[in-house]
């Protein structure tokens, strides 16, 4: 036996990865299992994209990269944050990193001291509360629900603000709720933060483009917040670039320096081949991704329309990203075809065993009535793992 640090023994062990162990253990066994539960597009990296990698190992990008990026991939990213969010930022403002994950993790690392309290709106991506614990943070959690569509509202806000409150993170569209913030709605938001200056905003928005309601806002576009949040974006998922990679924040410059600083001494710069190919990726228009969104959009309309039948699913219908995040409370409590429902963790083991459906339980994102489920996923897997969930729920 070891002596493993008190660091890593207080980390929860993500329960996505009980459902992929499960999966995995299924799958052998021979079992069809549609995976409803990965966040990642399934897609392929464009072609325009996976050339200017190509490139890029035959011109040898292959040293050391400068930490926080290379000039023209910020370049590439001050432009991109121009064009598409209307933000102006300078090359001392930006650092890219390996993945969003990392920018998160080092804005966590550069930003609290131990206690200092991090607001997070429930549902929150799995990583936040993690991350923010390893940097000896505590989590706040503030809960919705599909009631008030996943959204925090001013009020909500201001009641969970502390005097030791350091940051509020979000992520706009969200996963796992794909809830969409509007401007107005970030307004009424930035309202109450603005009483409270000594709060940075994480505003994760690596889901910015897989929006189906309009305009993508940005907490950094009202000027009286500008010089209090890190805008935090990434490649993975509407590029489908997730194994690239590639994240990066705008930022106020001394946040940037910091987590250069941190970087420098963990992973030093992100991967030279996969920077390059993400210059190509940034320096595109927007409209040579749209197939993936519209493909999104039809799917989106296909689950929450096959979805909306099965009776015990509330849902709110989803604006961004590729999630549909329904509360599955109707089911607790009951016992189908021999299966206990205590909870959305049984609810999701029920659906792998009985439905051979793989979901994420909401207890992974701070909301314990709901499920997650991905709809990045073929037409006929949506269609099919439908027809099985109210089959298995027919059952009783
Ligand atoms: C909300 C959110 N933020 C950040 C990330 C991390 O992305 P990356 O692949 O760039 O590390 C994810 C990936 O699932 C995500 O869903």
Sequence with gaps: MYKLSDRINNMSTSQTLAMAAKTRELKAEGKDIIGLSLGEPDFNTPDYIKEAAIQAINDNYNSYTPVDGYVELKDAIINKFKRDNGLTYDRSQIVVSTGAKQSLANVAMVMLNPGDEVILPCPYWVSYAEIVKLAEGVPVEVPTSVESDFKMTPQQLEAAITP??????????SNPSGMVYSKEELRALADVLVKHPDIIVVSDEI???INFVGEHASMAQFE????RVVTVNGVSKAFAMTGWRIGYIGAPAEIARACNKMQGQITSGANCIAQRAVITALEAP????????DRFKS????????????EGFA???PEGAFYVFPDVSYFFGKTINGYEIKDATDFSMFLLERALVATVTGDAFGSPNCIRFSYAASEAEIEEAMKRIKNALSEA
């Design 286 to 293: 927007v409209s040579k991704i749209q197939y993936m969104i």
């Design 207 to 209: 889901y910015e483009h």
């Design 315 to 317: 849902i709110t219908e």
């Design 299 to 310: 799917r989106r309309s296909l689950i929450i329309d096959l979805m909306s039948q099965i």
């Design 164 to 173: 030791k409150t350091r940051m509020l993170w979000y992520s706009s569209p």
């Design 224 to 227: 009286d917040m500008y010089d």
